[in-house]
């Protein structure tokens, strides 16, 4: 069994992190080595980091005296010191089924693909209830080349644009991760990198399957921050700037590209931000001149 690499950043955590780590050492896949990243964390996070690791030889520690990094800093900081084949992330909120680890490894191998991607299945936290995008019968599986994924990710349907831009519920082979640096002083890094990865793969598997929770929580950064930070405009730029050189259809990232302009003209106007609010306006009508 190859080895796989699983990353969690933490930062107090409270009472998710037990469930979060307990779904991971349980995985029926169980050739892993676990590196938490405590980012600083004073709410006793630390402690049960330090618990795991004791109890479980898999479990490798890292903390992080000043804390305050981000998750793009905490994986910055594991990433150099993987030994696995394959890495994955996951939240320190959230938790996977026990066999997440499996169906991802087997979809990788079984179809001879450089990542492998699922679903999931989101839990609102302050309501206590599950929100199911996926029923059994919407299941497949389909292999797709960076061009053809690429044209997925705006797909609604079934929550495909957020599995499309988000790190976790995906195994990816360790040597696609050479030169990948996540951004450390953005509100939201996953935008500026999961792409950049698909394209160092040759091949990515899909699988239309909910096996991994999301808890979402009113303090979550996605709810707490602008959506200007969710949709930032410089890693769209360059997108669109790379995807054009390498010969991609970039029609669906110019409509993107539009609609975040649009988003951010309003939210710097809202903000009293007028030099960026006018250089919106400036590309959006040098788009509108020339469409």
Known sequence: MEKVSVIVPVFNAG??????????????YDNLEI???NDGSTDGSAAICEEYRQKDARVRLINKALGGG???AARNSALPLITGDYVLFVDNDDWLEENHIRVLY???KETDSDIAVANFTEFIQERGTFSFHLRPEDYFQQVYTPQEWFKKQYDG??????????????????SLFENIVYPEKEKVEDDYTTWKLYLMADRIVYSNTGIYFHRKRSTSVTKTVDKSFVFPLRSI???????????????????????RLQLHRESFLEAGRMQEYHNCLQKLSILEKWK
């Open 157 to 174: 349907h079934f929550a495909f644009s957020q599995c499309f831009t988000v790190p976790w519920v995906k195994l990816y082979k360790a």
């Open 237 to 259: 730029e360059e997108r669109v700037a790379i995807l054009a050189l390498i010969g991609f259809d970039i029609s669906e990232e110019l409509r993107a590209y539009r609609w």
């Open 106 to 108: 087997d979809s990788l």
């Open 15 to 28: 009472d998710f992190l037990r469930p979060c780590l307990d779904s991971i050492v349980n995985q029926t």
């Open 35 to 37: 590196i938490l990243v």
């Open 70 to 72: 981000g998750v793009g």
